[in-house]
């Protein structure tokens, strides 16, 4: 048995290492021909991680939770397994361990971090229980590949019951994931922010999470936040908000998303409010977990986020924000994000509709682009494989833009503009975010050395 876990290990090392020669990142097929060689070595290597493992599920913020946790988990000196590169199928969760491994086939760690799709939860936590799960939240995101939210619910539901001793760690304003969590019986512990924070948007915005999952019937709010988060309760089956055990508290958006947790004050230089929940989970996460957590902020300053969360990049005199909205919610909370900014400005949004993304790309429709109206663009460019659709759902709500497929095309003849705004937004869905990434490394870095150039000579 020791004999097939070396060599699964050893296979695993060797393809990436050829995929990293080829330009590939190479870490899933690593894990599927691991898993092939050995079935039993997910279950080996994961009982082998001294402390906690925890997996971090939901639709929105899985990434930023779980790196950013790791991040926190090994400035305290911990080792920590983690599924950085966003792999979080079943393939992905083994990499992370069979490349975490040595030589010997060990592995030598303290946490395991492990982000793992909502669909994919059912297929990982056989081969092991973990201490925790992370929800972060639920929303309908990629009707075509998850089918509707209840489909999705189930399979997380199923997950849960193959673990009775997991914790859950829950986003207490988020009424889906708490019945969720409520429904299994699972222990349970919340985060949340309590008090109004953002002016009340038209509640157009409140969707298919607003009605009670006990009795249908719609739930009241006492203050509310996005999506269907906020302070609910059912006025018919009494269904409410649960006591929050971890508050955010004093919530302050102007010069970056400040607020106090426990004792502790969090700034951050962020400027959008959805990012205070992934603060809140790694937060609270980190401290049930027995980290030291006096340099959380010096943590977050230090951190960098994975790809389009929150990455800004300098090309030439051009400030760009790479942002990722791969489903309704992320884009209404990528368009409050750019509303907060009140600076002129430039925006791209690409939308593809490759597998990953989802071919059904309806949801563009229900997202309220009407509020562009108010973030003064100098001028909108869509791209991507549906542009054009794009385009027309622009003309809907009444904002001119120009369409450019190509990303590349579209980001340069705005970098370039010499009377520009310098001031670029780019919201890309999922396949668009690896493109345009790299694009916007190479365009910084040739800036850079153009500018040192000029500087020297
Ligand atoms: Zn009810």
């Known amino acids: 048995m020791y004999l097939r876990r070396l060599v699964a290990v050893w296979c695993a090392h060797a393809i990436r290492f050829f995929c990293r020669m080829c330009g590939k990142q190479g870490g899933t097929f690593a894990g599927r021909v691991a898993l092939r060689i ?9 009982a082998e991680v001294r402390n906690h493992i925890f997996i971090v599920c939901g639709t929105n913020g899985k990434s930023t939770t779980n790196t950013l946790l790791a991040s926190v ?40 971090c492990l982000e793992v799709d909502e669909a994919s939860a059912v297929k990982v936590i056989p081969h092991f229980q973990p201490d925790f799960m992370i929800l972060t939240n639920l929303f309908r995101d990629q009707m075509d590949r998850y089918g509707d939210i209840d489909a999705t619910m189930e399979l997380l539901s199923r997950a849960i019951e193959m673990a009775p001793e997991m914790k859950l760690l829950i986003n207490g304003d988020e009424p889906l994931s708490v019945y969720l969590a409520q429904r299994n019986q699972n222990p349970m512990i919340t985060y949340g922010v309590s008090q109004q924070v953002q002016e009340l948007q038209d509640t157009k915005e409140i969707r298919e999470g607003q009605f009670c999952k006990c009795c249908g019937e719609k739930l009241r709010y006492r203050f509310y936040h996005y999506g269907q988060l906020g302070d609910y309760c059912c006025p018919k089956c009494g269904f409410t908000r649960p006591a929050i055990d971890f508050e955010g508290t004093q919530v302050n958006l102007s010069g970056g998303l400040q607020f106090n947790i426990r004792d502790y004050h969090i700034k951050t230089g962020f400027e959008d409010f959805y990012s205070i929940y992934n603060l809140l989970a790694v937060y609270s996460a980190a401290t049930l977990s027995g980290a030291d957590l006096s340099e959380f902020n010096k943590i977050i300053c230090s951190y960098s986020p994975p790809p389009g969360r929150n990455e800004t990049f300098k090309i030439g005199d051009t400030k760009v924000m790479l942002k990722l909205a791969k489903n309704q919610v992320g884009f209404d909370q990528n368009i409050c994000a750019i509303l907060a900014d009140q600076k002129p400005k430039d925006i791209i949004i690409l939308i593809n509709d490759n597998a990953q993304d989802g071919t059904d790309i309806s949801w563009i429709w229900d997202v309220n682009f009407e509020r562009l109206h108010e973030a003064r663009a100098a001028s909108v460019t869509v791209s991507g494989i549906r542009c054009l659709d794009m385009c027309l759902r622009l003309k809907y709500a009444d904002i001119p833009s120009e369409p450019e497929p190509e990303i590349e095309a579209a980001i340069q003849s705005k970098v370039r503009l010499k009377d520009g705004t310098k001031n670029l937004y780019l919201l890309v869905n999922y396949t668009g975010l690896y493109e345009a990434h790299k694009i916007l490394k190479k365009m910084e870095e040739k800036s850079y050395e153009y500018y040192n150039r000029s500087f020297v000579s």
């Open 38 to 46: 050995d079935p039993s070595i997910l279950t080996a290597l994961a």
């Open 73 to 112: 988990l090994e400035a305290d000196g911990g080792r920590v397994i983690c599924n950085r590169t966003g792999s979080n199928m079943l393939s992905g969760v083994v990499s992370a361990f069979v490349l975490g491994a040595g030589a010997g086939g060990h592995l030598d760690a303290d946490y395991a």
